[in-house]
């Protein structure tokens, strides 16, 4: 059972009692506390029986101060008062404490989150500025003097009421309302651009880039509190009202060499009932990708794993090692691995929790569901009642397995892991739009070349720009500061990743919808994956003998 915390289900529990024996002292109930906290199991009773413990599963309460990015830090705006009782009566040692995180679920009325209204969507950034609301996409693409340049979706500005505009070296001079796909190139490390009202002569302007640790990171200068959202407040009110900033990838722009370049565009998906800017769903826990097996098994799903909390703190946080792997022999019919959970920056010797000689066999005592466990609780909207799934008890405090449907194998390993859905690249090629199938939007006819010799305003050479969807950094060839990595390595995600030092907040998040839902059924040939890691494509190095 979790040392820190236990389950606890209603219902009705029936005893047969010795009237000759003494009664056995009833356990302490203690304090029922219904709050908000910034993380752990939610809508659902938990025991907890120390103040370390409740810390450790629920974080500290909330003080009713709104953090500097609400975005990625959590909406602290309301206190978390009833964390506060809860640390105050297990401080006192007075006997345990049962808290329910309140959270979002979803109701007849509808799912919880937030939406913005969106206009035309074919087309929401054609005609009038009056047109543009919804979803600003801020792409950056590198431009080294050739044809072709690779690009990457830098940030994304969510408004109603308002058009981003960039200024720069060469921009173009057109009417507010349709500098929306114009590229520039950044003057003294940072792109200068406004917000422009479309109900006023009122701007905001700023300069802003992509480096954390400029006083210009777009994070620094743009509200990132969707909360204080209101497209009726005054115009005067620019800077966190009319527009907040989203999600941001500034760690995948890092990634792009060279020259940079930016310009503007609508985000939008193929479907007519629903749009990028609903983020209305249900809550859920993180997950991991499916960790798969050998190329020659096509890369066989296995399992993943589960967070047992939900919302996105444990996403944020926490990061999958495999290590140990060792292959079926005759001797020992069956393949084993170890487990470990570690915080993002925590050393290759630290971790967590760590489960060691795992197995895929489910007649060994080391099999990965009764090693680990699988049990999880959910609210069912339908009978308005708490219900639990799964068959093994939870060992782990911070996790659970789902193994794949089409089952395993004592022999199988897991070799790799696939990444999230794979969001097609966008060609922005000269003087052809973009298709109205794909997720990137601008003016009626995207790219707009003023001339023949200009793929968007203010390029001079590029034909071409192959736009990315952001996605994590791998531990690939020549990224571990220019030179390869010693066999020793953890490899899968990027060193910077694994030291803590990339933002995991905004990407794996995306939406509960079938265009943008990052996570694959285990039905999904690898091809679906942003990217497939596997052992297998380890080569060694013959100068260092790393890889």
Not at 91 to 107: C, Q
Request: aromatic share 10%; hydrophobic share 35%; charged share 20%.
């Amino acid at each position: 059972m979790p040392t820190k915390f236990d389950f606890l289900s209603p219902g009705i529990e029936l005893r047969e009692i010795d009237q000759s024996a003494v009664a056995a002292v009833p356990e302490n109930d203690g304090l029922l506390l219904i709050g908000r906290a910034k993380k752990g199991p939610a809508m659902k009773p938990i025991k907890i029986t120390s103040l370390s413990d409740f810390q450790a599963i629920f974080g500290t309460p909330m003080d009713g101060v709104k953090r500097g990015d609400p975005w990625r830090e959590g909406n602290t705006g309301g206190g978390g008062w009833a964390a506060y009782a809860a640390e105050a009566y297990l401080a006192a040692e007075v006997g345990p404490v049962k808290f329910i995180r309140l959270a979002g679920v979803e109701e007849n009325t509808g799912d919880a989150g937030w939406s913005i209204d969106q206009n035309t969507y074919a087309s929401p950034f054609a005609g009038t500025k009056d047109d543009v609301a919804g979803a600003i996409g801020i792409f950056v693409a590198e431009d080294n003097g050739g044809t072709t340049g690779d690009g990457v979706l830098a940030g994304i500005l969510y408004t109603s009421g308002s058009v981003l505009v960039l200024n720069g070296e060469t921009q173009a001079t057109t009417t507010p309302g349709k500098k929306t796909a114009t590229a520039f190139v950044p003057s003294n490390g940072s792109w200068s651009a406004e917000l422009q009202s479309t109900t006023s002569n009122d701007n905001y302007a700023f300069s802003f880039n992509f480096d954390p640790n400029s006083q210009n990171f777009i994070r620094n200068v743009l509200t990132t509190d969707a909360v204080g959202f209101d497209p009726a407040t005054p115009a005067a009110a620019w800077n966190g009202h009319h527009v907040f900033l989203g999600e941001s990838f500034e760690h995948n722009v890092g990634r792009l060499s060279g020259n940079l370049i930016a310009w503007t565009a609508g985000i939008s998906i193929d479907n007519t009932s629903k749009h990028f800017t609903d983020h209305k769903s249900p809550l859920a826990g993180a997950k991991s990708g499916w960790f798969i097996g050998s190329e020659a098994s096509n890369y066989k799903r296995l399992f993943r794993l589960c967070a047992l909390d939900e919302g996105s703190d444990f996403h944020k946080t926490h990061i999958v090692r495999i290590k140990d792997l060792r292959k079926a022999t005759t001797v020992r019919p069956e393949g084993s691995f170890t487990i470990e959970i570690a915080r993002a920056g925590q050393r290759p010797a630290e971790y967590v929790e760590k489960f060691v000689n795992v197995t895929l066999n489910p007649d060994s005592p080391n099999y990965i569901l009764k090693k680990i466990g699988d049990y999880y609780q959910y609210w069912d909207n339908i009978d308005h009642k708490i219900k639990s799934g799964g068959s093994f008890t939870n060992q782990s405090n911070l996790i659970r397995v789902e193994l794949a449907g089409g089952g395993v194998n004592k022999t199988d390993l897991p070799l790799g892991f696939l990444g999230p859905k794979l969001i097609p690249d966008v060609t922005v090629t000269q003087g052809s739009p973009a298709s109205s199938s794909e997720w990137m939007f601008g003016e009626e006819n995207l790219p707009e070349s003023v001339s023949s010799t200009e793929l968007v305003n203010g390029l001079d050479s590029l034909t071409s720009i192959t736009v990315r969807w952001p996605t994590h950094g791998l531990s690939v060839e020549n990224s571990n500061n220019g030179s390869n990595y010693a066999p020793s390595a953890i490899f899968g995600l990027s060193y910077d990743a694994q030291r803590g030092n990339e933002d995991f907040s905004d990407i794996g998040i995306l939406k509960n919808e079938d265009n943008y839902n990052p996570h694959l059924e285990y039905t999904a040939v690898s091809g679906d994956a942003a990217y497939t890691f596997s052992l297998e494509h380890i080569d060694e190095d013959s100068v260092t003998a790393g890889t």
